[in-house]
């Protein structure tokens, strides 16, 4: 990896976009000289604009583009958009649609844009890296576009936490949410549960306890302290006292085998507890009244 292109990783769309601005400040949009503080940014036609293929945003909130539609009559496009030069004097967006809408709607003809000599690739990662940086995107968006901006960028972990200024373990904990149950992912991008409640419950292994410790969690409307709690009691395993302990050994293959069955059939946290003589007891964990229900209904099938 060059020099400058190590300059570049850490520090987010900015040095990204700096990297690539090898635009000709010599030449205006269609070739033709112009002073070298001028090529900075240029006024490009709208119509002159195509869309991004790339663009990882597929829903603009309409009120939110009215409200920057009406900003934009009275104040102008304060942010110029990033486009690349396309076939035909034409520009290809890279990064700024919602602008772009916004203007169009405003009856803007023209907008202020950088032109950047940009590949297919770098003009993915610059669309996503933008599009993570948005402050209204939920958690399991910005995992859907970390994933997104690893694979088609073809990145370690490690080199997608350096491009987006992230700690890795902040990356990999993000990736980790797409592995969720489909309910719990729903549950993040409806803004059910936050992250922080996400990251407790993903230290539950099991998938059937993962969803029945998640319904506790929403019926009960917990904080992510009491979740953090709650968890302990499904992946901390039970204390025993000493003088018991000694009369209930570690369980035999077979019946370590016999809990997880039940685990797995009731969906819920079991305890096998057998002692020496071969008698001992079962403990079958429920959280509310409907899991209760549910639980005998299960055992009477």
Known sequence: ?????????????SALLDANDTTDRGKDKFGNGMSTQAAVVMNIPL?????????PRTTFEPESLNELSDSIKIHGVIQPITVRKAENNKFQLIAGERRLRASKLAGKKEIPAYVRNASDQESIEIALIENIQRE???????S?????????????????????????????NFLRLLKLPPDIQAALRDNKIAMGHAKALMAIDNPLLLLSAY????????????????????????????????????????????????????????IINRHEDGK???IIRFYNNDDLERLVETIQK
């Open 280 to 282: 001992g007891e079962i």
């Open 144 to 172: 859907i576009n970390y994933k997104r901006l690893q694979e088609e960028c073809d990145l370690t972990q490690e080199q997608l936490a350096e491009r987006l200024g992230k700690n890795r373990s902040t990356v990999t």
């Open 215 to 270: 319904k506790e969690v929403v019926s009960k409307g917990m904080s992510v302290r009491q979740v953090e709690e709650l968890v302990k009691g499904y992946t901390e395993k039970p204390k025993r006292n000493s003088s018991v302990t000694s009369k209930i050994p570690t369980l035999p293959i077979t019946v370590k085998k016999m809990q997880d069955q039940l685990v797995t059939s009731l969906g819920t946290k079991v």
């Open 47 to 55: 119509e002159n604009i195509e869309v991004n293929p790339f663009q």
């Open 1 to 13: 990896m060059s020099d400058k292109k190590k300059s570049v990783l850490g520090r987010g769309l």
């Open 136 to 142: 209204d995107l939920n958690p399991l968006e910005i």
